[in-house]
Structure formats: C-alpha cells, structure tokens
C-alpha cells in the first residue's frame, strides 16, 4: 500500500529550512467512531496530551508482539470498529490495555455502552479484559 502525503513546502532564502504547511496524511484521518451504533459518539481532537492515552493490546499480559493501539484523541466511542488513526477494527479484540499517567479508561461490553462499566484509573494496567470491550471512553485529566 502507498501513503501519499500532500504537503507544501516553501523555502525562504538559501539557507533557510523548509516549512512544511498542510501535511495530510489520508491512512489517518479520524474515521466515524459510531458507525454501526445508535448512541452518539463524541472525539474531541487536540486535546489529548502526551500523557493522556490508552494502549490496547490484542494478546494477554500486554504482550506487544500481535497487533496493538494506542489511542490519544479523547471522546466517547460507541462503537471500536473505527477509532481515530486505527488501522484495524478494534471491536471485541482489546485482551489487555495500559492507560496512561494523565488518562481514565471505561470500557463497556457492549457496543452503545451496554452492559456492565469498566473503569480504570491513570496508571492502570490490566493484562487480562473479561469480556473485551465494544465500547470506550477515553478521558484526559486537566
């Protein structure tokens, strides 16, 4: 698979660096969080930090070895097929998670947030979910 990115680049004098303004990168552009669900799902963009972020991981003991996620734009998602920047539907698969220092997790085992709430605090590592979540919100301390 190619990525194309479109940038434009402007240069200012023989010495000077290229600014890079515009830069797209179309394989992460935040997809609809709630396709395939009723409730709405609310993302808010820009206002993750470095430290607020959950990484799901599809194996036990968060073993990085098959696939894994981190997701730093907080929102609420009614569904995990499509979270900003995922690459795969994450919808049943999360076996464990890692949240961040400046992060809360709920995960709910239902998509729509049904069933029975999971939360987990800044810090927090879980190596093994039972049942894998269909549905998350991601909080930011501050």
Do not use: Y
């Not at 609310?42 to 073993?63: K, Y």
């Not at 464990?96 to 999971?118: C, H």
């Amino acid at each position: 698979m190619f990525r194309t990115l479109r940038c434009t680049a402007l240069a200012a004098g023989a010495t000077a660096a290229l600014l890079l303004t515009g830069c797209t990168d179309p394989t992460t552009t935040p997809q609809n969080p709630n396709i395939g669900g009723d409730e709405p799902s609310t993302a808010t963009p820009g206002s993750g930090g470095e430290g607020c972020f959950v990484h799901l991981f599809d194996g036990d003991d968060l073993n990085d070895e098959g696939s894994s996620f981190e997701l730093t734009q907080p929102g609420k998602f009614a569904t995990m097929t499509d979270l900003p920047a995922a690459r795969d539907d994450w919808s049943g698969e999360a076996d464990s998670l890692a949240v961040g220092p400046d992060a809360t997790v709920t995960v709910w085992p239902e998509k729509n947030f049904g069933g029975q709430s999971q939360k987990f605090e800044a810090g927090t590592e879980v190596p093994h979910l039972d049942p894998e979540p269909m549905s998350l919100e991601l909080v930011c301390a501050g």
